[in-house]
């Protein structure tokens, strides 16, 4: 009797433990298959570096348009882990498993999409080679773990307070090491994998931010549809599902005008985002048959859900752009003001920052603030004097490095002539003596 009733609980995780690792294993050959070989010797290699043997084996076969032609190259090879990863949310109900499928699912399209076709999606990766990996899976994981977030709230919450911050503590310290770290090229940032901040503009605040508030729009909205069901409450029903249509609008509005998102935020787009929030409405509300207490239930998870992945995003982001501004407007700016006192004093800037110290100028050479910087790291300014000119620079997010040049005095004239036209919508009116940042008074918006 004991040998039946164990067999099929012991049965419920083989299936989907092998589907799950067949999927993760079709994610690392495609990685390492198609992925760019780096121009070392084979003893060079680390495990996890792509081999591009794949590559090798289509180049000059009658499959060799399968490297040229993205499209159908990704649906051949994208197909065998969707359908692995279909397996698997069929045999089994477990969070991680699923979010694990799905994360896995995204880095083999993310490879795919870098490493087949031609032009500059195909460069980057063979250019940053594991930078372009590691970015790569970051932002799969990202993605994964956003979309998946009902079903591990579900698990969340059934786990005790003690376990629940066992498990959220970490993720949410993980968030924001990423936030702050990934600026720019500095060593001294451990989690500065990329030299373009991929992970933090695309996968944090984009594809994050979005997925947090439509989960927490749908969650809103199907409150009110269950006190519509109900048959009480129901202009508090109305207005609950009408709050729940808008908020993803809102708060992309909100967080625009606090200059934490990567894009425009137009009344175009603020529609869109209201209409696919209603079409997730109607879908999660059909799929629990508009019963009451699943509409509850789901609602709760939904908004569980939607906490998890704003709360660490929100902080982190607002965190890395306080960072920026405080750096950018303000221990920079100190500086800028002390070289430019001397400059009056001297018509010369000095050979390194320690000077203006020493000149009584500064009471301590200030230090940018981005990032957790590993024990002993150098995170100072960069400056470099030119006698009559300088260069100031520091990393920071969204780029690769943050300069500043000051003003230069034309030889036929006692005015000081900025040192490039600044374009209005990048750089900060209040520049001092018309000196040009490469980097604007806030974050760039990419589309």
């Known amino acids: 009797m004991s040998r039946t009733t164990t067999r099929p609980g012991a049965m419920r995780f083989v299936l989907p433990g092998i589907l799950l690792a067949l999927t993760i294993a079709w994610a690392f050959g495609i990685h390492h298959g198609l992925g760019p070989r780096p121009e070392v010797p084979d003893s060079a290699l680390r495990w996890w570096s792509p081999r591009g043997s794949l590559t090798n084996a289509l180049i000059g076969s009658s499959w060799e348009w399968l490297l040229e032609e993205r499209a159908k190259g990704m649906a051949v090879f994208g197909l065998p882990v969707l359908l692995l990863a279909a397996g698997v949310f069929a045999t089994t109900r477990s969070a991680l498993a699923r979010v694990a499928a799905g994360i896995a699912v995204f880095a083999t399209l993310l490879f795919l999409y870098y490493a087949l076709g031609t032009g500059v999606t195909q460069v980057a990766w063979t250019f940053f080679h594991w930078r372009a990996s ?12 956003a979309i998946g977030s009902p079903w591990l709230a579900a698990s969340w919450l059934r786990l005790g307070w003690p376990a629940r911050l066992a498990w959220f503590a970490p993720i949410v310290a993980l968030v924001l090491l990423i936030e702050r770290n990934v600026t720019g090229t500095n060593p001294s940032l451990p989690f500065a994998i990329s030299p373009w901040p991929a992970v933090q503009v695309f996968g944090f605040e984009a594809i ?35 709050a729940g249509v808008a908020t993803p609008a809102l708060a992309w509005r909100a967080l625009g005008s606090l200059e934490l998102l990567p894009f425009r935020v137009t009344q175009e787009r603020m529609a869109g985002a209201a209409i696919a929030c209603a079409v997730l409405i109607a879908l999660a509300a059909v799929s629990v048959g508009f019963d ?156």
């Not at 590691?134 to 773990?145: E, F, I, K, N, S």
């Not at 947090?212 to 409450?233: D, E, I, M, P």
């Not at 203006?356 to 940018?368: C, D």
């Open 134 to 145: 590691g970015t790569m899976l970051a932002v799969a994981a990202v993605m994964g773990c």
């Open 292 to 447: 009451p207490k699943r509409l509850r239930r789901r609602a709760l998870h939904l908004a569980v859900a939607a906490a998890l992945v704003g709360i660490p995003l929100f902080v982190g982001t607002a965190w890395a752009r306080w960072d920026y501004t405080r750096t950018r407007d303000g221990e920079a700016q100190r500086i800028i003001e002390a070289l430019a006192e001397y400059y009056a004093q001297e018509s010369i800037y000095p050979d390194s920052l320690d000077e203006l110290v020493a000149r009584g100028l500064l009471p301590r050479v200030p230090a940018p603030r981005i990032g957790f910087a590993l024990p002993d790291a150098d995170t100072s300014f960069t400056y470099q004097a030119f006698g009559t000119s300088y260069l100031l620079e520091f990393s920071a997010p969204r780029w690769v490095q943050c300069a500043y040049n000051p003003p230069y005095l034309d030889e036929e004239e006692s005015e000081p002539v900025a040192a490039s036209e600044p374009d209005p919508d990048e750089v900060a009116e209040d520049d001092l003596g018309g000196g040009a940042w490469s980097c604007p008074s806030k974050p760039p918006e990419l589309w």
């Open 208 to 242: 994050g931010t979005t997925i947090a508030a439509q989960l927490a729009g749908v969650a809103l909205a199907l409150v009110g549809v269950r006190a519509w069901r109900k048959t009480k409450g129901l202009a508090t029903g109305a207005l609950a599902l009408l």
